[in-house]
Each structure stands twice: as C-alpha cells, then as structure tokens.
C-alpha cells in the first residue's frame, strides 16, 4: 500500500511544477543563444524521455500490452510534444518569453473547444461559450493588430504560439478520448507520451539535430533543465498533485506557469512588456476561469407572489 504524501510535500510539487515550466520559457531563450530551435525541442524530449525512462525502472512499471494504444500514443506525442515544443522553440527567436508563456496560457480555452466540437467528450453551455469568445478577444489584444504595419516575424512568432496552444488542446481532448479509460498509470501515461515523441525525434535527427552549436554552461542548464526538469519531472510532480488534489484544484498551475515566466523575462531577461499583453492576459484568465465554471454567472431566480 502506497504512503499517502503530506500536505506540504503536495504544495511543494505543486509549486515546484509551476516553477520549472515557467522557467521552461526562459531557459528556451537561453539555449538559443547557442543551439537552433530544432535542436531544443530534440534536447527537450530526449532528456524527458531518460528522465522517466529511469523513474519507470525505478519504480518497476509495465508497459501497455495492446498495439493500438502505441498507435494512439504516436498521436498524442506529436501533438502533446513534438508540434508545440518545436513552435514555442522557433517562436521565442522572435519574440519574448513571457509573451510566449501568455499564449501558453490558451490552452484550457483551446481544450474546451476542441473537447466539445472534435471529440465530442465534453458540452459547451452558454457560459462556457462566453468565455471562449472573452478568451478570444484577449488573444486579439494581446496580439494588437493596430500595431502591425506589415506581417513581420513577430506576427508569425506569436501565431505559432497560438498553434502550440492549439495542438496541446488537440493533445488533451484526444488523451481523454481514448486513454484516460484504459488501466494505465500516470507514470507510464507520462513516459509513454515523452518515450514516443523522443522516437519521433531520433527519427528527425537529420533535419532537426545536426548542425552547429555553441555550448557554454547556461544553454547546456538550459537544455537539462528544460529536459530533465520541465519535460520529466515536472510531469511526476504534477500527477502527484493531481491524484491529491484532484483535477480541477490541480489545473490552477496553469494560471502561475505565465506569471512565472513573465517575472523572469523582466528580472533576467530585461524584456519588456507592453500595455495590451498583461491586459489581453487578464481576459484571457478571465475567459478560462469562466470556461471551467470557476466564475460562475447567476441570474436572478423569478419569485412568483400569490
């Protein structure tokens, strides 16, 4: 029988998750300073895949027996990892990493939408579907078309983010679907999603991997930290949370991770953010927070007098 975690170890984890994949944005950064976006992304899922590769022996998992949930797998590492991880990578050389991070934020947005309408495991009501839209209309502040003269890498960099926001919806609403049900541990859930998209990596070594670098102690902590940290442990940490806390108190990490990664960009980066990214930001919360019935609008209950 399993010992129960305490309280504070939970918060610890809990903090701790929010602290690495905040960090994430950060050490993306960094590590371009040496090695190419494709390369982070490849760093990222191989080193996540030993780090719970090692955790699997560890704790002596088993693997899936059926054939098809590898399949599904496929599907869920490339969408979970391979996509957004190769997006936010590319996306950074062109703009900050906090503003990275608030697009991050989306995806609960994101998974509503596509849970509802792709995959037909979740329903929309009319509360929901207003905050989607306030969601939407966040992103479009955020974005702040006024300000574009013409479609510069700016532009295109903050609409990659938003399809690795996309493709981590895609990512969740199909794990619902066709995993969630199945007897499979977090752990191995968790390994199976990095341990795939590493394979997928390896496979795109040639057009990803190889070229040159210039390595120095921080891109190389980056790199670790961004792999073993934020792609591994990170992951343990969060299902520790998860099975205390449950799903709905667990998911709060997603409003801390561009808090996080925001102050970092500020106090070690120098970024700067302008008036409408914090703003648009606040509606996108907002739009989550109402999406995931944690605002909840009452109207006034009608009392007939006889």
Same mark, same amino acid.
């Given at each position: 029988?399993?010992?129960?975690?305490?309280?504070?170890?939970?918060?610890?984890?809990?903090?701790?998750?929010?602290?690495?994949?905040?960090?994430?944005?950060?050490?993306?950064?960094?590590?371009?300073?040496?090695?190419?976006?494709?390369? $982070?992304?490849?760093?990222?899922?191989?080193?996540? &895949?030993?780090?719970?590769?090692?955790?699997?022996?560890?704790?002596?998992?088993?693997?899936?027996?059926?054939?098809?949930?590898?399949?599904?797998?496929?599907?869920?590492? *490339?969408?979970?990892?391979?996509?957004?991880?190769?997006?936010?990578?590319?996306?950074?050389?062109?703009?900050?990493?906090?503003?990275?991070?608030?697009?991050?934020?989306?995806?609960?947005?994101?998974?509503?939408?596509? &849970?509802?309408?792709?995959?037909?495991?979740?329903?929309?009501?009319?509360?929901?579907?207003?905050?989607?839209?306030?969601?939407?209309?966040?992103?479009?502040?955020?974005? &702040?078309?006024?300000?574009? *003269?013409?479609?510069?890498?700016?532009?295109?960099?903050?609409?990659?983010?938003?399809?690795?926001?996309?493709?981590?919806?895609?990512?969740?609403?199909?794990?619902?679907?066709? $995993? *969630?049900?199945?007897?499979?541990?977090?752990?191995?859930?968790?390994?199976?999603?990095?341990?795939?998209?590493?394979?997928?990596?390896?496979?795109?070594?040639?057009?990803?991997?190889?070229?040159?670098?210039?390595?120095?102690?921080?891109?190389?902590?980056?790199?670790?930290?961004?792999?073993?940290?934020?792609?591994?442990? &990170?992951?343990?940490?969060?299902?520790?949370?998860?099975?205390?806390?449950?799903?709905?108190?667990?998911?709060?990490?997603?409003?801390?991770?561009?808090?996080?990664?925001?102050?970092?960009?500020?106090?070690?980066?120098?970024?700067?953010?302008?008036?409408?990214?914090?703003?648009?930001?606040?509606?996108?919360?907002?739009?989550?927070?109402?999406?995931?019935?944690?605002?909840?609008?009452?109207?006034?209950?009608? $009392?007939?007098?006889?």
């Amino acid at each position: 029988m399993k010992q129960k975690l305490s309280d504070s170890v939970v918060l610890i984890q809990f903090l701790a998750a929010a602290l690495v994949w905040g960090s994430s944005f950060l050490f993306m950064k960094v590590a371009l300073d040496g090695v190419s976006f494709g390369q $982070i992304a490849w760093s990222r899922e191989i080193l996540g &895949a030993l780090t719970l590769g090692l955790i699997m022996l560890i704790g002596r998992h088993t693997l899936p027996r059926d054939p098809v949930i590898y399949l599904h797998f496929v599907v869920i590492a *490339t969408t979970n990892c391979v996509i957004p991880h190769l997006l936010f990578a590319w996306a950074e050389q062109h703009i900050s990493s906090g503003l990275a991070a608030i697009y991050n934020s989306l995806t609960p947005i994101a998974t509503a939408v596509l &849970a509802a309408l792709v995959f037909k495991v979740e329903k929309l009501r009319r509360a929901q579907i207003a905050g989607v839209l306030l969601g939407i209309v966040g992103v479009v502040v955020i974005i &702040a078309p006024w300000t574009f *003269t013409d479609i510069s890498a700016d532009f295109w960099g903050q609409l990659a983010c938003i399809g690795a926001a996309v493709s981590y919806g895609v990512a969740i609403g199909y794990l619902r679907k066709f $995993i *969630t049900h199945r007897p499979i541990s977090g752990t191995t859930v968790a390994f199976m999603n990095i341990g795939t998209a590493a394979v997928i990596m390896l496979l795109l070594t040639p057009f990803l991997a190889l070229g040159p670098v210039e390595l120095s102690f921080p891109v190389v902590g980056s790199l670790i930290a961004l792999g073993a940290l934020g792609t591994g442990l &990170a992951y343990i940490w969060n299902l520790s949370v998860l099975r205390a806390w449950g799903p709905t108190p667990s998911s709060t990490v997603t409003y801390l991770i561009p808090v996080v990664a925001v102050v970092l960009g500020v106090l070690v980066l120098q970024e700067t953010l302008h008036w409408h990214e914090p703003v648009g930001a606040v509606l996108v919360l907002i739009g989550i927070l109402v999406t995931q019935n944690r605002i909840v609008f009452r109207g006034r209950t009608r $009392i007939d007098r006889h």
